[in-house]
């Protein structure tokens, strides 16, 4: 059975949105379209009311204590930057030293690059072939001057889970903040503020089936009780933390987005996982020198992210052109980078440029994942049946040992 064609398995880079989200959210354009700081008459009241309801559902999805710990953001992008320049102007005076890790998102990393221009020092650590950071390594890398340790919840291009509890413990112990970007965590893997001691938390909607463009933000409020600075001015909603007016639809859902993300799953793991496994099984049975990048067990179990030796990255991505995937290469204007994230587990260039990441969702099927099969089979074969390296690797040739000429 053909699936339709084109498939979407770009999972980590956007989901479409729920139908069940999308109909919790629509009346909130039209028959309840009130301000909810409008309190002086029902229209407000009600949209206050949908407000507060999306805030306990967030705040019940990160196992936080109060629902007065959630500030509504645009997305993750500004709940990075809200949680580490907000903590750190705070903790100015008790600091300097931030430390994070090389393969977080370039909204930690560019957050962080940012504090530096304004005289805080950061540490990026290095992660492990696997893609993983241990507490252990973060409390070596702590000073006296530490204030804020960041460190994501599950990569989004290799899907890695970090020790998220023990990096946790480890800075309560120290009396360090604990930031923590839980994009691609939330609904993916299970996530608790309290028993990780979590004391910022950053998630999305359109990551767990809900619109672009909302967010929040997860702040403490007790032992340690976190302060922020501000970085939008006005009106002073969200307890001065983030001003403008609400947009009440994606609160909505958001709230409703995040509540079915971890209702389902338990399930959804179970059902996803075993579609990951079937295509890398069906890919690895049909090819040869097939690579997983990242660790083999620790990751969600959406994500499968693999290179494709002995072939041409870019023509294996126009090959494939049926089926939305991406690749380990970041188009800059100019040339093709290879992806940050697989340079830091010591993936060469050259291999990472063949790199795929498939993100398996919520809507994907089975038939989809065989079709993709056979379709990155029939590519790669296509491609290396073209490539001389192929065939000298297929002659039992150590491509190590070759002395090349030219150059
Ligand atoms: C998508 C993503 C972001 C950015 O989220 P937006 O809501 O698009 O701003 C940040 N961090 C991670 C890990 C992500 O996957």
């Given at each position: 059975?053909?699936p ?9 880079a ?8 999308l109909?919790a959210m ?34 019940r999805?990160?196992?936080a ?31 300097d030293?931030i ?34 950071v ?15 340790v ?28 604990f ?20 004391d ?8 767990i089936?809900g ?17 922020l ?7 002073g ?26 209702a ?49 990255g870019?023509?294996l ?40 990441r ?26 290396r ?8 690797v ?13 150059h």
């Amino acid at each position: 059975m053909t699936p339709n064609l084109p498939i979407y398995m770009d999972n980590h880079a956007t989901t479409a949105v729920d139908p069940r989200v999308l109909a919790a959210m629509l009346p909130w354009f039209t028959t309840k379209f009130g301000n909810a700081a409008s309190r002086t008459h029902s229209f407000g009241r009600e949209a206050e009311e949908a407000v507060d309801k999306a805030r306990d559902q967030v705040a019940r999805a990160l196992g936080a204590s109060s629902a007065k710990e959630i500030v509504f953001t645009s997305g993750a992008t500004e709940s990075n930057n809200l949680g580490i320049k907000g903590a750190a102007h705070m903790l100015r005076e008790q600091g300097d030293h931030i430390v994070t890790i090389c393969t977080e998102h370039k909204a930690v990393l560019d957050s962080c690059m940012a504090l530096e221009r304004e005289g805080f020092r950061v540490t990026f650590l290095p992660v492990d072939n696997q893609g993983l950071v241990s507490a252990a390594q973060i409390e070596a890398a702590l000073t006296e001057q530490t204030i804020l340790v960041a460190v994501m919840a599950v990569n989004n291009e290799i899907g890695v889970v970090q020790p998220l509890e023990q990096i946790g413990a480890m800075c309560h112990a120290r009396g360090v903040l604990f930031f923590c970007d839980a994009a691609q965590g939330l609904g993916k893997v299970p996530l608790d503020v309290e028993a990780m001691h979590i004391d910022l938390c950053a998630v999305t909607a359109h990551k767990i089936y809900g619109p672009k463009g909302v967010g929040a933000l997860y702040v403490r409020r007790k032992a340690p009780r976190v302060r922020l600075e501000a970085m939008i001015h006005g009106g002073g909603h969200e307890r001065g933390l983030r001003s403008g007016t609400l947009a009440v639809p994606l609160l909505v859902a958001l709230g409703e987005a995040a509540e079915l993300a971890v209702a389902e799953m338990p399930a959804e793991s179970a059902r996803i996982g075993a579609l990951r496994e079937r295509l890398h099984g069906g890919l690895t049975a049909q090819l040869e020198h097939v690579y997983l990048n990242g660790h083999p067990t620790l990751r969600t179990p959406g994500n499968l992210n693999c290179s494709f030796a002995y072939v041409e990255g870019e023509s294996l991505l126009m090959g494939i052109h049926d089926v939305a995937v991406s690749s380990g290469s970041a188009c800059t204007s100019a040339s093709l980078e290879p992806s940050y994230v697989l340079k830091a587990l010591g993936v060469d260039d050259e291999l990472a440029h063949t790199s795929i990441r498939f993100g398996i969702g919520r809507f994907n099927t089975e038939a989809e994942i065989d079709y993709t099969i056979g379709r990155v089979v029939e590519v790669v074969n296509r491609l290396r049946d073209m490539s001389p390296l192929w065939e000298m690797v297929q002659e039992g040739i150590d491509l190590k040992s070759v002395q090349w000429t030219g150059h």
